[in-house]
């Protein structure tokens, strides 16, 4: 529960500081200094689906793209980059529809990490993850892919396997919650922002435990909290991925505690006695996007970080 709190603190001071209006050529700041705080001031993160023109000119100048036989990807290294360190990575995976760059775009984790991590930006096969009826791939050639960006990834630079995070938006969302749930050994961490957690995503999940944060609003249009049926195909529940995870990650699922937070919009549910953390922000009245209070981007990076 403290990570949670923690990366909570960050979020709500963050989003009390959105309610002025943007300028447009704003960037994420680092997170882990109050100092940083007011500077975050301007920075508000478009809708996912209408990616500023500005971020995507930014993304392309502070991000390289690199090809793994016929697959992509978009790498943001670390402000002093210091060759000879081993570096945490964040990998995080956008919509159905977005590219790298439009993903990276609203997201803004290379700004927001600093000097702290290698954040990847992966590209999905025609804009899609695996677990979608309309992916052209399945969750097993996607989490292959991971696993050939991350060994790129350490003959380019060097890398810390054992600080691998991912995150993800939608579908991308249900991507990261795919990765902890079939191959948990790959990554340290996951934050899903309004996953789309479609039956083969989250199932017949392999043993392991991985920290987890769902953040999710209750008015979802596009993926309900309570689930259904998307594309001809059915989608979990939030609370009944949190039950999933929150069993593998030795949380006691009959005793799990809600906490409203008005500043942040939002009811945290967090199960008691876990193993490694495993909860839900769930936002009212937020809709479907990677949103802008509580900050997903900080909620995803001092999560990450406490960890």
Not at 39 to 63: D, K, R
Not at 111 to 116: I, K
Not at 117 to 144: H, K, L, P
Request: hydrophobic fraction near 40%; charged fraction near 15%; proline fraction near 5%.
């Amino acid at each position: 529960m403290s990570a949670l709190r923690t990366a909570l603190a960050t979020a709500a001071g963050l989003a009390a500081l959105t309610i002025a209006a943007p300028a447009a050529s704003a960037q994420v700041p680092q997170l882990s200094s109050s100092e940083l705080v007011s500077a975050f001031e301007s920075y508000i993160p478009p809708s996912s689906s209408l990616p500023s023109s500005f971020g995507e000119a930014e993304v392309l100048l502070s991000t390289e793209q690199h090809h793994i036989g016929d697959r992509s990807y978009r790498v943001a290294l670390p402000d002093g980059f210091d060759p000879t360190r081993a570096y945490p990575v964040i990998m995080s995976f956008g919509g159905w529809g977005e590219t790298a760059e439009n993903h990276a775009a609203y997201a803004q984790l290379h700004n927001a990490v600093g000097d702290d991590a290698i954040v990847v930006y992966g590209q999905g096969v025609d804009n899609a993850w695996g677990g979608a009826t309309y992916a052209q791939t399945s969750r097993e050639d996607d989490v292959a892919y991971i696993h050939r960006v991350l060994d790129d990834l350490d003959e380019r630079y060097s890398i810390d396997r054992e600080q691998v995070f991912a995150s993800g938006l939608s579908n991308g969302g249900g991507m990261a919650a795919g990765l902890a749930c079939q191959n948990p050994g790959t990554v340290a961490g996951i934050v899903a922002v309004a996953g789309a957690y479609y039956n083969p995503t989250v199932t017949d999940c392999a043993k392991g435990q991985v920290p987890t944060l769902l953040i999710h609003a209750d008015d979802d249009p596009v993926v309900a909290y309570e689930g259904g049926v998307r594309h001809d195909a059915d989608y979990q529940s939030v609370d009944a991925v949190l039950h999933t995870f929150g069993e593998r990650n030795g949380c006691d699922m009959t005793a799990v505690t809600e906490q409203d937070d008005a500043v942040m919009n939002s009811t945290v549910r967090t199960p008691a006695d876990c193993d490694v953390p495993a909860s839900v922000v769930e936002v009212h009245n937020g809709g479907h996007t990677w949103f802008q209070a509580p900050s997903a981007t900080a909620l995803a990076v001092e999560f990450f970080r406490s960890l």
